[in-house]
């Protein structure tokens, strides 16, 4: 009995474990493509575009956390997009080589609400 509590537990890491990648990896993919169609945003590189998945992410579940409210554009409604676009725009304060405008990050909200629509982070493994 204990040997097979071993083996859900081990299971249940690493199926945490492949979710805070796919989370990432998708966060990476989706914030790339929004920079590559939203004119005023961009990022310089792959790392610039790394380290803003992992800061967009942390806000996001920071937010989420302390406030209950979904920052996606299609997660609340309004309020989800405003988030969205505040996130996005916050976002180039902790990350070098991430620049954005506001009109561009309401144009980006935008933008990323439709691709994470089809490219959702937050599946279940």
């Known amino acids: 009995?204990?040997?097979?509590?071993?083996?859900?537990?081990?299971?249940?890491?690493?199926?945490t474990l492949g979710q805070i990648?796919?989370?990432?990896?998708?966060?990476?993919?989706?914030?790339?493509i929004t920079a590559f169609f939203t004119p005023g945003?961009?990022?310089?590189n792959i790392w610039a575009l790394a380290l803003a998945?992992?800061?967009l992410t942390v806000i996001d579940y920071l937010i989420v956390r302390f406030?209950?409210?979904?920052?996606?554009?299609?997660?609340?409604?309004?309020v989800g997009f405003a988030l969205?676009?505040?996130?996005l725009y916050v976002t180039q304060f902790f990350v070098a080589g991430y620049s954005i405008s506001w009109i561009a990050a309401i144009i980006g909200a935008l933008v990323y609400g439709v691709i994470d629509y089809f490219i959702p982070g937050?599946?279940?493994?």
């Open 67 to 78: 406030t209950g409210l979904q920052a996606s554009p299609f997660g609340k409604g309004f």
């Open 122 to 125: 937050d599946n279940q493994l």
């Open 21 to 32: 990648i796919w989370r990432f990896v998708a966060a990476a993919i989706v914030l790339a």
């Open 41 to 44: 945003f961009t990022i310089n």
């Open 84 to 87: 969205s676009a505040v996130v």
């Open 53 to 55: 998945a992992v800061v």
């Open 1 to 15: 009995m204990d040997n097979e509590k071993s083996n859900v537990q081990s299971s249940g890491g690493t199926s």
